[in-house]
């Protein structure tokens, strides 16, 4: 069974660049959730998409934005980078519909670490 | 809103030793509760979770974790740690019910076993 898988692991960017970010859901998964985690820091919430829409967002500019597929995959698309949205961008996949709350578990996948220049 | 407080940044333990991570939370409603590990250059994998129930909670690796309402508390426990357990942990949170889909982390806490 695979679990969430993101690509690519690693990537160089320059200031001003824009960048998209991929992830593909755990097997029986439909709901998908991005997180930034700066270095020495928790990951923050950024959005979560479920039926191909953003249904929750955080704190982050529009700068953020993101797609959500027929498959459950999705994007995570970043404008205009700034130095400081280096970081690692984890992807984490639930299931809605399980009972007594168990679609809160979110599982994360290994992360893309962006490096802006 | 919903925030995590893990008490401690840095805990340094010797091998074979018990270990002891804390993690405090705030919340105006009933939250979900777990426990991350992040080896280095690596994505979170789930230790344990507290959604209902027992309030301990026993997880992977000889991991467990007691919840307590009154204290807002969900420390994690190891009786006798290995050196491959080495990582930074992270406790996070999550409401219960509503339109609150997100988790809360804290800071996280690097545990760091020596020989």
């Known amino acids: 069974d695979a679990g969430v898988t993101q690509s690519p692991t690693h990537l160089i960017k320059t200031r001003g660049q824009q960048v998209t970010l991929r992830c593909s859901p755990k097997?029986?998964?439909?709901?998908v959730s991005w997180y930034q985690q700066a270095l020495g820091q928790g990951p923050q919430f950024i959005f979560q998409y479920y039926e191909e829409e953003e249904r929750q967002r955080g704190n982050f500019p529009d700068r953020f934005s993101g797609h959500q597929f027929p498959n459950y995959s999705s994007e995570l698309n970043v404008n205009a980078l700034l130095l400081g949205d280096s970081a690692l961008y984890l992807c984490?996949?639930?299931?809605?519909?399980?009972?007594?709350?168990?679609?809160?578990?979110?599982?994360f996948g290994p992360g893309t670490r962006l490096l802006v220049l | 809103a919903q925030s995590v407080t893990q008490l401690d940044s840095q805990v340094p333990v010797f091998e074979e030793a018990p270990v002891e991570l804390r993690c405090n939370y705030s919340s105006s409603v009933s939250v979900y509760l777990f426990w991350y590990v992040q080896y280095p250059n690596q994505g979170l994998q789930l230790l344990l979770k507290y959604l209902s129930g027992s309030t301990l909670v026993k997880g992977i690796n000889g991991f467990e974790a007691e919840f307590n309402k009154s204290q807002t508390s969900f420390h994690l426990r190891k009786p006798s740690v290995h050196i491959s357990d080495t990582a930074e942990y992270f406790c996070?949170?999550?409401?219960?019910?509503?339109?609150?889909?997100?988790?809360?982390f804290g800071k996280g806490t690097l545990l760091t076993v020596n020989p």
């Open positions: 996070a949170v999550s409401e219960y019910g509503g339109s609150n889909y997100k988790l809360t």
């Open positions: 984490a996949s639930s299931w809605d519909r399980e009972t007594l709350g168990m679609g809160k578990t979110q599982y």
């Open positions: 097997s029986g998964h439909d709901t």
